[in-house]
């Protein structure tokens, strides 16, 4: 008489959260999916279903991390707000102190101004309503870390340039005067961008308009008007 045969065991499959080694990776995929997916159809349209599809993660492992949508779009801007300040910024190059003063300015601009970063950051002025906390926070930690780099910069350029005799570059008053820099160089043509004018069109008025701003500004500078 023949045994009863019996099916071979399955391997268990391994649920939960991934090895400790993987778990960077893991939710690295899953930011990346929403943020494809939140510039695509906005916090409102987007679907945690298509992010996970996206980011091959099951729902439960997105939301062992983050516990809603909100929270995952919260995430989502703030690490490109991080990303978009860790990016060096260029040495400044030019044969004076104008023109190095120019190519930071279009730098700046250039980075506020790129599709992606700009993108987040109009949903995260759409969404202000909802979330205050999220509009202020990505305003305060861009500011902060976008001034201290361009802080950084003017007072290397004010150690080897005529600048570091004009009291405005004094060390106890750099980080206004670069508040007042970023004023005149960034807040223009972002808050037209934020209103609807087309990137294409705002970023070709880069350059003249970084010009006229520094032109500006060192007048202020020199008259003793900033600082």
């Known amino acids: 008489m023949m045994g009863t045969l019996t099916k071979p065991k399955r391997s268990a499959v391994r649920t939960g959260r991934p090895p400790r080694e993987l778990a960077g990776e893991v939710e690295s995929r899953i930011l990346d999916a929403a943020h494809r997916v939140f510039l695509e159809h906005g916090l409102a349209g987007a679907s945690v ?3 996970a599809s996206l980011a091959r993660a099951g ?3 997105i939301y062992a991390r983050f516990p809603n ?3 995952l779009f919260t995430a989502v801007v703030l690490r490109n707000v991080a990303k978009a300040a ?3 910024v260029q040495v400044p190059d030019g044969a004076d102190i104008e023109e190095r003063l120019d190519s930071v300015g279009v730098a700046v601009l250039q980075r506020a101004l790129a599709s992606d970063n700009f993108g987040l950051m109009r949903l995260a002025v759409a969404e202000a309503r909802r979330f205050p906390d999220l509009a202020s926070s990505v305003h305060r930690q861009a500011r902060a870390r976008g001034a201290e780099a361009v802080a950084r910069l003017l007072g290397e350029m004010a150690q080897s340039d005529q600048l570091g005799s004009l009291p405005a ?6 980080a206004t005067t670069t508040r007042f820099f970023l004023d005149l160089v960034l807040l223009p043509l972002l808050m037209r961008a ?3 004018e087309k990137l294409k069109a705002l970023q070709a008025e880069i350059g003249p308009h970084v010009a006229r701003s520094v032109t500006f500004f060192l007048a202020a500078c020199r008259h003793g008007g900033v600082g």
């Open 49 to 51: 279903d298509e992010i």
């Open 59 to 61: 729902k439960p492992t």
């Open 69 to 71: 949508k909100e929270a």
């Open 86 to 88: 860790e990016a060096p």
């Open 169 to 174: 570059f004094a060390p106890e008053r750099l």
């Open 194 to 196: 934020l209103l609807g």
